[in-house]
């Protein structure tokens, strides 16, 4: 049975009772083990990867030196032809025959590392997959595991605060009225502020003698100055 | 990142909070830490927040099953499949007798985008009880 449907049948059945399990924690703890031996596979098969594909690269070098040698060999023994030193050319054709079964075994050696590598690096592939599908399962069961444990923190929170939890419509109005309330609160705080600007604004317009103004002593002595005149 | 973390940064934002949020943090024990988060004014929906290995998990409680109107249940819960998408970071899941709204964050994320989870969650929260109260008693 999958993780997935191990985790619906343990909620649908009420594994989330307190002390249950949703996965038994053997089963975790053979989970986690069996992940730890693909990742410890893992770093084995990479490095035997790294090696062999290293012993692929001195096979791809010695084939090249080979070949190389073959030629000049083979210029060597065309030379000797063209000297008429027929014995020569014969001694050098036997060291190319030398180099070329040299160069079979080498090309066999190049062909098998060449296999393998390839077969690693399958195995690598699906070694990596695999333990990417198991560390997701893991995490469902640790996930399911944790918010159960949590909720019953959280539970356990509530009933020992002795904080009855409201119903969710009765929440909400709350909140709405706290809200409500605040807002009328800024409106009238800005409605204050508004008052108080203006005020403001009216001193100074009656300090730059703009606006209303207030009938002083001086004023109405100058009316009247201005009547006997 | 932890729950304290989370609960240092919240508590050290006060009325600096780019989300305009005031929260208070308190720590609960138990065998999984979880950090009750409560946004002032919006106190009687706190957000509970919990870290596991690979992610940071921030749940509010929306309601019990006992406060669903069972003859038209079937239609709250297609309601809210099809409000899942739709609705911004947030999604539905019921644990126990109790329907949820929860965030998921890699454990990677930053407290800013913790801060931006919580405000957003809290929102989430009032408008689907305010979207779902015909279906409630």
Redesign the interface.
């Known amino acids: 049975m999958s993780i997935f449907s191990k985790i619906i049948t343990a909620i649908r059945g009420g594994a ?1 009772e307190a002390g249950e399990a949703i996965v038994d924690a053997n089963a975790t703890r053979i989970f986690a083990q069996e992940i730890r031996d693909a990742e410890n596979h893992l770093t084995k098969a990479k490095r035997d990867l790294t090696g062999i594909m290293a012993k692929q690269m001195q096979a791809k070098r010695e084939l090249d030196r080979i070949n190389r040698s073959i030629t000049e060999h083979e210029g060597y023994a065309t030379t000797a032809l063209n000297q008429g030193n027929e014995a020569l050319a014969l001694e050098v054709a036997e060291k190319i025959a030398g180099l070329e079964a040299e160069l079979a075994e080498q090309q066999t050696s190049f062909d098998n590392y060449e296999k393998g590598a390839i077969r690693l690096k399958d195995l690598v592939k699906g070694t990596e997959r695999q333990l990417a599908d198991y560390q997701r399962q893991l ?1 469902m069961v ?2 399911t595991e ?9 539970t ?2 509530f009933s020992n605060s002795n904080s009855k ?8 109005e ?2 709405k009225e ?2 409500q309330d ?1 807002d009328d609160r800024m409106q009238a705080a800005d409605d204050l502020a508004a008052e108080g600007s203006d005020q403001s604004l009216k001193d100074k317009l009656a300090a730059a003698g703009i606006g209303e103004q207030q009938t002083s002593a001086n004023s109405v002595l100058d009316r009247l100055k201005s009547k006997q005149g | 990142m932890n729950i304290h973390l989370i609960a240092n940064h919240l508590n050290e934002l006060a009325d600096n909070s780019d989300t305009g949020f005031i929260f208070d943090s308190l720590p609960i024990a138990g065998e999984v830490d979880v950090l009750q988060v409560t946004i002032t004014g919006r106190e009687e929906i706190p957000i509970f927040v919990s870290v596991t290995d690979d992610q940071i998990l921030c749940i509010a409680y929306l309601w019990g099953e006992e406060e669903v109107k069972q003859d038209t249940r079937g239609e709250m819960l297609e309601a809210m499949v099809e409000m899942n998408i739709p609705m911004p970071l947030s999604s539905f899941s019921k644990i126990d007798e109790k329907y949820v709204i929860f965030g998921a964050l890699s454990v990677n994320s930053s407290l800013h985008d913790v801060e931006h989870e919580l405000s957003v969650l809290s929102d989430n929260s009032l408008e689907v009880i305010n979207e779902m109260a015909d279906y409630l008693l």
């Open positions: 989330s995490s640790k996930t944790s918010v159960q444990k949590a909720t019953a923190a959280i356990d929170n939890l409201l119903n969710a419509k009765q929440s909400l709350r909140i706290k809200q605040f």
